[in-house]
């Protein structure tokens, strides 16, 4: 096999095992027998949600930009979460255009159990494969992460 075409493989491989994590994810809180204690989100507000409380709190014009949305879409997706009580919106006050969304402290330890479950297949990931395994992956992950960084200038 050429150089090039062990490359397209090597692509197709670890983005279908991506797209098969998400997915596995998503099918496992899903199917969790306490999935009724959590409000029904897509996987598109569940990542919002993770990535505000990453940040802490964001514009939407910085949620837009992470979530690789237009802002129009970003600010649909918050007015429903807002909606639902699990955000909040505040203004600044040196800019009463600009918004700032923030987790309702009443929902960070909802989000908090999100996040836990969510990173419960990973664990139970690396028991089946093993630590050394575990740790190969989350150096590459270290790397790939510097490489992107670099890339976005960071």
Not at 33 to 50: G, I, K, R, W
Not at 59 to 84: D, G
Not at 103 to 108: F, G, H, N, T
Not at 117 to 145: N, P, V
């Given at each position: 096999?050429a150089?090039n075409?062990?490359?397209?493989?090597?692509?197709?491989?670890?983005?279908?095992?991506?797209?098969?994590?998400?997915?596995?994810?998503?099918?496992?809180?899903?199917?969790?027998?306490?999935?009724?204690?959590?409000?029904?989100?897509?996987?598109?507000?569940?990542?919002?949600?993770?990535?505000?409380?990453?940040?802490?709190?964001?514009?939407?014009?910085?949620?837009?930009?992470?979530?690789?949305?237009?802002?129009?879409?970003?600010?649909?997706?918050?007015?429903?979460?807002?909606?639902?009580?699990?955000?909040?919106?505040?203004?600044?006050?040196?800019?009463?255009?600009?918004?700032?969304?923030r987790?309702?402290?009443?929902?960070?330890?909802?989000?908090?159990?999100?996040e836990?479950?969510?990173?419960?297949?990973?664990?139970?990931?690396?028991?089946?494969?093993?630590?050394?395994?575990?740790?190969?992956?989350?150096?590459?992950?270290?790397?790939?992460?510097?490489?992107?960084?670099?890339?976005?200038?960071?």
């Amino acid at each position: 096999m050429a150089a090039n075409d062990e490359k397209w493989e090597l692509a197709r491989l670890v983005s279908g095992t991506e797209h098969l994590l998400h997915r596995q994810r998503i099918r496992r809180m899903l199917a969790d027998e306490n999935a009724d204690s959590f409000p029904a989100l897509t996987p598109p507000q569940v990542h919002m949600l993770f990535t505000i409380r990453e940040h802490g709190s964001m514009t939407i014009k910085q949620l837009a930009q992470a979530l690789c949305v237009k802002a129009p879409a970003a600010s649909t997706m918050v007015e429903r979460l807002v909606e639902m009580g699990i955000l909040t919106r505040e203004e600044n006050p040196a800019d009463r255009r600009e918004v700032f969304v923030r987790i309702s402290p009443k929902k960070e330890s909802l989000i908090r159990e999100m996040e836990r479950r969510h990173l419960q297949l990973t664990l139970d990931l690396f028991d089946k494969i093993g630590l050394e395994y575990a740790r190969t992956w989350g150096d590459l992950c270290k790397r790939i992460q510097e490489v992107l960084a670099v890339e976005q200038g960071q």
